[in-house]
């Protein structure tokens, strides 16, 4: 493929294959009100086919008996493998392509065939861990594509940004003691599943390379876009990724019926800003983003509409005005706890 420097988009009906019980929040529909975000846009975007991930990128993060677990479990189907997550007869092929989908446009935008783009892919996967499904997960989709783009196209240094709901436990887990992957998660807390403290810094040489910004129930627009601009701006300056890899769940939305948040469309078109802008800072703008939670079909639709219309190459990113730290303020209670523990490996670290 030649050089197009436009957004590509993965987006399939096969997704649509991993069905649970009735009444299941993690259901086929999501992905319909994804799909009305992306029909305005279109004509602008380029598809990608997706295919199934290898044994070979699947190891890289999971072991030969989970894949073997995830294979039976839906040979058996319907089964549940803890009492979140389900398996039907299509499951483990769909789980495969959505891991495969999420490497192709992580690969596709280091290789500068495109400028970004966004996999509309389930079921989710920043909850599975190496031997174990959980969280509505069967296998880590944007770790998988992390190790494949540092095992195959030579990337040394990955950036992958959580802003899911839910703390992605998995992800971090699968490279805590890595320092050539930073994992930086928002995340209200405590929650579902329970890990995501400040405390939580990463394992032996990779101490430092996990930034986790735990929120309570509550924070809204005004408390993430503070978080970005004072934590994650500086995180990213310091740590100089070669790309940046999206966990784009949708469920912070004020709608969701599964968490307590309170972002609005509008506060997801600036938390994109501010990642665009940064991506094309400081990785030539080698950006992509992986679907994973959103359990509302008007947070589903406004985040992607957002998340397309700041990432989009031909458009400029708005960046919002700073926000500012007030005394006795909840951005304040978020931001000190991770300030004082990173402070000292990141310059600027709570500076607008």
Do not use: Y
């Given at each position: 493929m030649g050089v197009t420097r436009t957004a590509g988009v993965v987006d399939d009906p096969r997704f649509r294959e991993?069905?649970?019980?009735?009444?299941?929040?993690?259901?086929?529909?999501?992905?319909?009100?994804?799909?009305?975000?992306?029909?305005a846009h279109r004509a602008v975007l380029a598809p990608l086919a997706p295919r199934l991930a290898t044994d070979e990128e699947l190891l890289r993060i999971h072991g030969r008996e989970h894949l073997a677990r995830v294979a039976e479990a839906a040979r058996r189907a319907p089964i549940h493998l803890d009492p979140d997550t389900f398996c039907s007869p299509r499951s483990a092929e769909v789980a495969r392509l959505a891991a495969g989908a999420a490497v192709d446009l992580a690969r596709a935008v280091v290789r500068g065939e495109l400028a970004t783009g966004l996999a509309a892919v389930r079921p989710p996967g920043h909850h599975a861990e190496a031997g174990r499904a959980m969280g509505f997960c069967l296998f880590n989709n944007v770790a998988v594509a992390a190790r494949a783009l540092q095992a195959e196209e030579g990337v040394e240094r990955v950036l992958i940004l959580d802003w899911d709901v839910h703390h992605g436990n998995g992800t971090q887990h699968s490279f805590e003691d890595d320092p050539s992957v930073l994992y930086f998660s928002t995340h209200q807390h405590p929650y579902y599943p329970g890990t995501g403290s400040a405390s939580e810094i990463g394992e032996g040489r990779g101490r430092g390379a996990t930034v986790n910004v735990p929120m309570p129930a509550g924070c809204g627009d005004a408390e993430y876009v503070g978080v970005f601009q004072r934590v994650l701006v500086p995180v990213v300056r310091g740590f100089r990724p070669d790309v940046v890899l999206v966990s784009a769940g949708f469920d912070a939305h004020r709608d969701d019926p599964l968490a307590a948040m309170d972002v609005t469309g509008a506060g997801y078109a600036a938390l994109a800003a501010i990642v665009r802008s940064l991506a094309d800072e400081v990785c030539g703008g080698r950006l992509a983003f992986v679907l994973e939670g959103g359990y509302?079909?008007?947070?589903?639709?406004?985040?992607?509409?957002?998340?397309?219309?700041?990432?989009?190459?031909?458009?400029?990113?708005?960046?919002?005005?700073?926000?500012?730290?007030?005394?006795?303020?909840?951005?304040?209670r978020v931001l000190e706890p991770v300030v004082g523990i990173h402070r000292g490996r990141f310059s600027d670290l709570g500076s607008a």
């Open positions: 991993h069905r649970g019980p009735d009444g299941h929040p993690e259901r086929p529909e999501r992905l319909l009100a994804v799909g009305r975000a992306l029909d509302a079909a008007s947070g589903l639709r406004e985040g992607v509409e957002a998340v397309l219309g700041a990432a989009l190459p031909e458009v400029a990113p708005a960046l919002p005005a700073s926000v500012p730290v007030e005394a006795g303020t909840l951005l304040r």
